[in-house]
T-cell receptor, first 109, second 114 residues
Framework: AQRVTQPEKLLSVFKGAPVELKCNYS??????LFWYVQYSRQRLQLLLR??SRESIKGFTADLNKGETSFHLKKPFAQEEDSAMYYC???????????FGSGTQLTVLP | EAGVVQSPRYKIIEKKQPVAFWCNPI?????LYWYLQNLGQGPELLIR????????DSQLPKDRFSAERLKGVDSTLKIQPAELGDSAVYLC????????????FGPGTRLTVL
C-alpha cells in the first residue's frame, strides 16, 4: 500500500533563511508527487507537481526515486510562506491521492 | 468563478443525529471527490464520482455513510447516525477528468458531534 510521510509537524525558520520541508513516500509503482498548500483561512490548493518541474513562488521540489523523497525547498523564505504544506502521492489507474499529515511552516520576521 | 462550493461551513450536532453536507463542483468538472480530514492529519479519500457514477467508494463506511451525485453535478454526503468519532472536516474537491488533472478543493465543512 502507498504511504506518504512528513516527519515534521512544525517547522519554523527566519525570514530570508532557506527552508526544506521533508516528504518521503512508499509506493511500488511509478510515483506522481505533489505539494499542496493551505494558507490561513484559505482552501487547500495545489502548489506544484513533480512532472511539471517548475518553480512556484520560489519553491522547487525534486523527485528522488533512490531515496523515495520529494522534499520542498526554497532558498529564501518569506513571511507569506507561512502555511500548512501537504505532500501527496497519486497512485493506481485512477491516480488517487494519498496525503501526508502535513507540516506547519512558520516564517518568523 | 466561485470555485468549489460547500455548505454548511460548520455543523454541530448531537450523536445519533443525521447530518448532510452539500457540494457544488466547478462547472464542467466531471470528477468529484469527498475527503475526510481528521485533526492533525491530511485528507483521506472517502468516495470519487465520475459524472454520476461512484467509481471508488472503498473507503466509505457504508453502514452509516452514504453519498449521491444526481445528474452528475451537485453531490450530497450523509451520515446517519453520527458518532463522536465523526467530528472532522469534510472536504469536497473536483477535477476535469480525475486522472492527471488538478483537484480543486472546497473550503470544507467542519462537523462537531457532541
Amino acid at each position: 500500500a502507498q504511504r506518504v510521510t512528513q516527519p515534521e509537524k512544525l517547522l519554523s525558520v527566519f525570514k530570508g533563511a532557506p527552508v526544506e520541508l521533508k516528504c518521503n513516500y512508499s509506493y511500488s509503482g511509478s510515483p506522481e508527487l505533489f505539494w499542496y498548500v493551505q494558507y490561513s483561512r484559505q482552501r487547500l490548493q495545489l502548489l506544484l507537481r513533480h512532472i511539471s518541474r517548475e518553480s512556484i513562488k520560489g519553491f522547487t521540489a525534486d523527485l528522488n526515486k533512490g531515496e523515495t523523497s520529494f522534499h520542498l525547498k526554497k532558498p529564501f523564505a518569506q513571511e507569506e510562506d507561512s502555511a500548512m504544506y501537504y505532500c501527496a502521492l497519486a497512485s493506481g489507474s485512477a491516480r488517487q491521492l494519498t496525503f501526508g499529515s502535513g507540516t506547519q511552516l512558520t516564517v518568523l520576521p | 468563478e466561485a470555485g468549489v462550493v460547500q455548505s454548511p461551513r460548520y455543523k454541530i450536532i448531537e450523536k445519533k443525529q443525521p447530518v448532510a453536507f452539500w457540494c457544488n463542483p466547478i462547472s464542467g468538472h466531471n470528477t468529484l471527490y469527498w475527503y475526510l480530514q481528521n485533526l492533525g492529519q491530511g485528507p483521506e479519500l472517502l468516495i470519487r464520482y465520475e459524472n454520476e457514477e461512484a467509481v471508488d467508494d472503498s473507503q466509505l463506511p457504508k453502514d452509516r455513510f452514504s453519498a449521491e451525485r444526481l445528474k452528475g453535478v451537485d453531490s450530497t454526503l450523509k451520515i446517519q447516525p453520527a458518532e463522536l468519532g465523526d467530528s472532522a472536516v469534510y472536504l469536497c474537491a473536483s477535477s476535469q477528468t480525475g486522472t492527471t488533472d488538478t483537484q480543486y478543493f472546497g473550503p470544507g465543512t467542519r462537523l462537531t458531534v457532541l
